[in-house]
C-alpha cells in the first residue's frame, strides 16, 4: 500500500511513491547524513569553545598548525555545506506533498525564525567571551536568508534552478577581487553576500558576517535540483549510480583544480621535508565564505555518504545517526547552550588561565571531551526526535 507522510526537512519525508518500507530505506540516509555532519560539527564547536586561544585562519597556515587541528579542519568542513545542501533537499521532499503556496509560507516562516534564532540566542551566547556585543551572522542566518530566497527561485524552472547554482558556487571566486571598504556605501550589502567583514550597527553593537550569503544560496539551490533523485519514481540503483557519478567527479574536479593551482582558492604549496604539512596545505581551502575548491570535496563526499548510508540503511549507526539528524536545531541549540554553561561555570571556578579565558592547553583534550559528549547529547536529542514523530498535531515542532 502506497504511504504519503509528510514531515518537514529535518525530518525524513515519505514522499508518495513507494511503500512506507521503501521511502524508509530511500531517505533514512538523509537523515543519517545530517546527523553525522552535526555530530562533527560539535567537534568544531568544542575546539572555539575550549582551544580558541590558538590561532585557526582561514585558510589554516599549514606551516604552523598544529597537525591534528589541520585534519580536524577538514573533517569539519564538511559540515556546512552537506547541512546547507540537504536543507534544499528536504525543501524539495516537503514541496512533493504540498503546494508551492504552502511550501512558500513555511520557507518564510523558517527562513525568519532562524535569523531571529541566530541574532537573538545564538549571537548572545558569545557575548561573554567577545569584548564587544557582536551579532555573528553565521551558518543559521545563512540558511535562515537562502531559505527567504529558495522561496522566489523555487518557482524557475528546474533546469534554470541547477543552472543558477552551478553559475554561483563554480564562479563566485572571480569576485574575490572585488574588496569595499567601510568607507563604500555598499559595503555591508557587499559584505553580507561575499565578503566576510564586520560593520557597525547602532548602540555600539557590531555585525559580523562570518557567512556571506552569495555562495551558499548556490549550494541550497543545487540541493533544492537533485531533489527529485530522491522521490520513489526513481530506482535505488539509479539514484546510487547518479550519486557515485557526481561524487567521485566533484572529487575528481578538487583534485584536478587544486594541482593546477589556478583558480578557486589560495595556492597550496610543498613544505620541503614535510609531507604531512604538505597534505594539509593541499586540503586546506577558504570557508569564509566556501571556495569552489572548498565546495567540491566536501559536497561530492556527501553524495557518497549518502550512497553508503543508504546501502547500511538497516544498521544501528545509520539509526543513531538518523536520531542527530531529525532534530538538528535541537541539537545545534543544545549543544552550544550546554557548551557555554561548561565554559562559564569553568571560568567561574578555576579562573581565567589565558588572559581574561579559560582555555585547555592541549588539544587531546579537546578529542576528549567529544567522545565524551557525544552519549549526554544523545539522549535529549533521542527524546524530542521522538516528540517531533509523535505529537505531529503541534505546528511549532515542524520548525526545530
Not at 48 to 56: G, L
Not at 107 to 125: D, N, Q, T
Amino acid at each position: 500500500m502506497a504511504t504519503s507522510m509528510t514531515l518537514p526537512p529535518g525530518g525524513i519525508n515519505l514522499a508518495a511513491g513507494g511503500t512506507k518500507a521503501t521511502a524508509h530505506a530511500r531517505l533514512a540516509n538523509i537523515d543519517a547524513l545530517r546527523g553525522f555532519v552535526m555530530v562533527l560539527m560539535l567537534l568544531d564547536h568544542l575546539r572555539e569553545t575550549w582551544f580558541v586561544n590558538y590561532p585557526v585562519t582561514d585558510p589554516i597556515n599549514a606551516l604552523t598548525i598544529i597537525p591534528a587541528i589541520g585534519f580536524a579542519r577538514f573533517a569539519v568542513s564538511f559540515c556546512a555545506p552537506i547541512f546547507v545542501a540537504l536543507t534544499g533537499l528536504g525543501v524539495y521532499l516537503f514541496s512533493v506533498n504540498h503546494t508551492v503556496e504552502e511550501t512558500t509560507e513555511y520557507l518564510l516562516k523558517r527562513g525568519l525564525l532562524l535569523i531571529v534564532i541566530e541574532l537573538v540566542y545564538l549571537s548572545p551566547l558569545y557575548w561573554g567571551i567577545v569584548p564587544q556585543p557582536t551579532f555573528w551572522l553565521q551558518v543559521i542566518w545563512a540558511i535562515g536568508i537562502c531559505m527567504i530566497l529558495l522561496a522566489a527561485f523555487m518557482r524557475l524552472p528546474r533546469p534554470a534552478i541547477i543552472a543558477l547554482g552551478l553559475g554561483i558556487v563554480c564562479f563566485h571566486n572571480l569576485l574575490d577581487s572585488i574588496v569595499l571598504t567601510k568607507d563604500d556605501a555598499l559595503f555591508p550589502v557587499w559584505a553580507l553576500l561575499h565578503q566576510r567583514d564586520a560593520f557597525d550597527l547602532p548602540l555600539g553593537f557590531v555585525a559580523k558576517t562570518t557567512y556571506p550569503i552569495l555562495a551558499w544560496l548556490g549550494v541550497i539551490l543545487l540541493g533544492f535540483g537533485i531533489g527529485p533523485w530522491f522521490t520513489g519514481e526513481v530506482a535505488p540503483a539509479v539514484r546510487q549510480k547518479r550519486l557515485l557519478v557526481l561524487g567521485f567527479g566533484m572529487i575528481a574536479a578538487f583534485v584536478l583544480l587544486r594541482l593546477l593551482n589556478v583558480y578557486g582558492d589560495k595556492p597550496w604549496f610543498v613544505v620541503e621535508g614535510d609531507p604531512v604539512r604538505t597534505v594539509i596545505s593541499f586540503i586546506s581551502m577558504t570557508k569564509y565564505p566556501p571556495s569552489l575548491l572548498f565546495l567540491l570535496p566536501t559536497l561530492g563526499g556527501g553524495a557518497l555518504l549518502l550512497v553508503l548510508f543508504e546501502k547500511i540503511n538497516d544498521s544501528r549507526l545509520v539509526a543513531a545517526l538518523a536520531i542527530f539528524g531529525g532534530a538538528p536545531m535541537f541539537f545545534y541549540l543544545l549543544h552550544l547552550t550546554v557548551l557555554r554553561i561548561l565554559y562559564h561555570s569553568a571560568l567561574a571556578i578555576w579562573g581565567p588561565n589565558n588572559g581574561t579565558a579559560y582555555m585547555f592547553d592541549n588539544y587531546n583534550w579537546v578529542l576528549l571531551w567529544f567522545v565524551a559528549m557525544i552519549v549526554p547529547l544523545y539522549l535529549p536529542t533521542v527524546w524530542y526526535a521522538r516528540l517531533k514523530r509523535r505529537r505531529r498535531d503541534i505546528t511549532w515542532l515542524k520548525y526545530f
